[in-house]
């Protein structure tokens, strides 16, 4: 279906992920005519690439940003700090499947956790128990094992590794996790062939992703468009101060307008802000949606680390599901341990090429060579943590560097809170004690990767002056604007967030549709 660019009557989604194609979905289940501006390609399944670097180079939003702050990534990769992916799907495409529900205090950060100096804590206007009748649809939109009577993944060596040194210091919550990757057949996708190249978009289509799941189901109900190659540079507002449609640029570089009567932005934590700053106007000059000064503020991207251990013998962590293996002990609020809030350990993997490149970036010399020796007998931690959001930690319109459209880029400020340096070491002395307690010969612990989780830069809360947007992610400032991904979260919580995502996506759109049919937008 195809919609005139003068068409006022549709909803425009910015970004095709988690969060915009969900909404884009449910919101055509419900006769409701969407625009999908994607950045990106359509790239399909038969075209993902088994091959790190090769899949990277096809998928990964590799435009110009900037960082700064004492979080490793700005040292070793300035110009790269969050692994995102531009193509239709968004990082639904790269996402390694791990879907994980907040436990109730985790929506109550600052009652939970207090004045914790430096951070500026807040709890969600929602709670777990509004959430939970939306988390049963996205558990069984997604096919999340173990929920729905949907049987768990097999586990690979690399989890097995992990399972017997996990019960070896004495863990209880160990599983191959709760994974929207198919264990069985189910909703026309196959079960998962244990291919090993998750991160690299799913060649079997066993992993849920909206390229071929959201987005299908919604073209067939032909209420949406999908424009892919469509870059928005800004959203624009009528005088009243109502978002009133989008300029995009396509794959020419062309400008196009296209009017809308709703406006969702779906961009991932850095983007998002990004085009919220880059819409200021005479009526809004500090950016849309920013009266409180929140936009881009609080950003999140969790306390991460990897623990790799060594043995003497072939463990081949490359082989099978990449992620299908977690413990959850440690997903708790325990301040005994010497910080707030809980982190997860899960299995992770990395090809030869990312191993080299994210092993201890920079590092050469026969340390690093006997790591890479001994790469087939090698088993992979990653620990993923709640951070504690900072007013400081933000992102903002780079001074200088412009993108090709003349707009200038993201620029990404990340600092360590005291707390999330804290729980990374815990992470990292539980993770090498796991290996250890099964004849690991030497321990290495990694430092973080470039972000997978972006998060809170466009934060949810009570009042307005706190932050961008309201309990449907509908900004205080303006009403038929929104913002659908990562942004909206107010703490990040010690999990995975993809299913946060898709969660408030499918009741975002059940409001939108609900005011829009009353004509309240």
């Not at 950003?299 to 463990?315: A, C, E, L, N, Q």
């Amino acid at each position: 279906m195809a919609f005139d660019l003068n068409d006022g009557s549709v909803v425009v989604i910015i970004g095709s992920g988690s969060g915009g194609g969900t909404l884009g979905n449910e919101l055509a289940q419900k006769g409701v005519k969407v625009v999908i501006l994607e950045a990106g390609s359509r790239i399909e399944i038969p075209d993902f690439v088994n091959n790190e670097w090769d899949a990277f180079t096809q998928l990964a939003w590799k435009d110009m940003r900037t960082t700064s702050g004492n979080w490793r990534v700005a040292q070793d990769f300035p110009n790269l700090p969050a692994w995102i992916v531009k193509a239709v799907g968004g990082t639904s495409v790269h996402w390694a499947g791990a879907s994980l529900r907040f436990r109730d205090d985790e929506f109550r950060a600052k009652s939970t956790y207090g004045g914790l100096q430096g951070a500026n804590l807040l709890d969600w206007p929602i709670t777990l128990q509004d959430l939970e009748p939306y988390y049963a649809r996205a558990e069984d939109k997604m096919g999340v094992t173990r929920t729905n009577g949907i049987p768990g993944l097999p586990g690979n060596n690399n989890y097995k590794v992990m399972e017997a040194g996990a019960r070896a210091v004495g863990y209880k919550d160990v599983s191959t996790g709760r994974m929207a990757i198919n264990s069985q057949p189910r909703h026309g996708r196959g079960a998962c062939q244990q291919i090993g190249f998750c991160f690299e978009g799913c060649k079997s289509g066993a992993k849920w992703s909206t390229l071929y799941t959201e987005i299908p189901a919604a073209e067939k109900t032909g209420n949406i468009e999908v424009r892919p190659d469509s870059m928005v540079l800004q959203v624009e507002h009528d005088a009243s101060g109502k978002a009133s449609g989008v300029v995009y640029a396509d794959a020419n570089g062309t400008h196009h307008r296209q009017k809308a009567r709703v406006v969702a932005i779906a961009g991932n934590s850095l983007e998002t802000p990004r085009l919220l700053l880059n819409s200021a106007t005479a009526m809004f000059p500090d950016g849309l949606a920013n009266s409180s000064g929140q936009v881009g503020r609080n950003y999140m991207r969790h306390t991460t680390g990897s623990v790799y251990g060594i043995f003497d013998k072939p463990v081949h962590m490359y082989r099978g599901t990449t992620m299908a293996g977690i413990i959850r002990d440690e997903q708790r609020n325990d301040p005994s341990r010497g910080f707030f809030g809980g982190y997860e350990m899960e299995t992770i993997s990395l090809g030869v090429p990312f191993a080299a490149a994210f092993y201890n970036p920079g590092a050469w010399g026969r340390g690093f060579t006997s790591l890479m020796d001994d790469y087939p007998n090698t088993a992979g931690i990653w620990i993923v943590g709640e951070d504690m959001p900072q007013e400081t930690n933000r992102v903002t319109l780079d001074g200088t560097a412009k993108d090709k459209f003349g707009l200038p880029v993201a620029s990404v400020h990340y600092d360590d809170h005291p707390n999330d340096a804290a729980m990374r070491e815990h992470g990292f002395k539980q993770g090498s004690s796991v290996y250890e307690a099964v004849g690991a010969t030497r321990v290495l612990r990694t430092p973080p990767y470039p972000s997978t989780h972006n998060l809170g830069t466009s934060r949810m809360s009570a009042r307005a002056r706190d932050g961008v947007v309201n309990k449907w992610g509908q900004t205080h400032d303006i009403p038929n604007l929104f913002v659908s991904d990562g942004s909206q979260f107010t703490s990040s919580a010690g999990c995975n967030p993809t299913l946060t995502i898709v969660t408030l996506a499918i009741r975002q759109a059940d409001h939108i549709a609900d005011s829009m049919s009353k004509n309240e937008i």
